[in-house]
């Protein structure tokens, strides 16, 4: 089974700090992808990643950035934390960008105060 | 994004009814797929559909790929308490500005009583 692994479950931290939240998957796939959920919303992509070192944007980048020095590993970082950027952060990994489907994580749910 | 109509955005059943709910966008797709989120957790992949009419079942779960390549429905038969939950279609559209990227529905509560 694929395995997308964040680091923490729960967060919090206060306006102006920098965030990373980190994620990790143990089946060799090229591409992952940084959401965030929000009610009413539904999930929107932040940031992705097809190859180690490559970042795309997605929908919602602004305030926030990527990082992906190894293939297993892909971090999201808000840079000066802000209110509205309290969510549900999801990560997920896949194998090909067309065709095949994105596995998730459990998700972080962060609250900037 | 643009996100996906689905429908009905909940549904109340009792224990045992079979559950019906469905995607549609303007937007051709090449693949379909469906997720569950239980209260917490990330979505869980249910089933996943990559060819026009294709229908593909998951133990009670079975999702049919829309023949106009516009639409996919996931039915969930004799359903029990732990079908509760948030299921989620997702689609990868065709055109080549939206490489990598899914569209997302916003996601059907179900709730089941005894």
């Known amino acids: 089974d694929v395995k997308v692994t964040q680091s923490s479950r729960y967060l919090v931290k206060r306006t102006g700090e920098k965030v990373f939240l980190e994620c990790v998957q143990d089946?060799?796939?090229?591409?992952m992808f940084w959401y965030r959920q929000d009610p009413g919303l539904g999930l929107r992509l932040i940031y992705f990643s097809y190859d180690v070192k490559m970042k795309e944007k997605g929908d919602i980048p602004e305030g926030y950035s990527v990082s992906r020095e190894k293939k297993e590993r892909f971090s999201l970082i808000l840079e000066s934390a802000s209110t509205n950027q309290t969510s549900m952060y999801l990560c997920?990994?896949?194998?090909?960008?067309?065709?095949?489907?994105?596995?998730f994580g459990d998700g972080t749910r962060l609250s900037i105060l | 994004g643009q996100q996906l109509n689905q429908s009905p955005q909940s549904m109340f059943i009792q224990e045992g009814e079979d559950v019906s709910m469905n995607c549609t966008s303007s937007s051709i797709f090449n693949t379909w797929l469906w997720y569950k989120q239980d209260p917490g957790e990330g979505p869980v992949l249910l089933i996943a559909l990559y060819k026009a009419g294709e229908l593909t079942s998951n133990g009670r779960l079975t999702a049919q790929f829309g023949i106009t390549r516009k639409d996919s429905f996931l039915n969930i038969s004799a359903s029990i308490p732990s079908d509760v939950g948030i299921y989620f279609c997702a689609g990868q559209p065709m055109t080549t500005d939206s490489w990598g990227k899914l569209q997302f529905g916003a996601g059907t509560q179900v709730v089941v009583t005894p």
């Open positions: 997920a990994s896949s194998w090909g960008l067309v065709t095949q489907p994105q596995h």
């Open positions: 089946m060799d796939h090229e591409n």
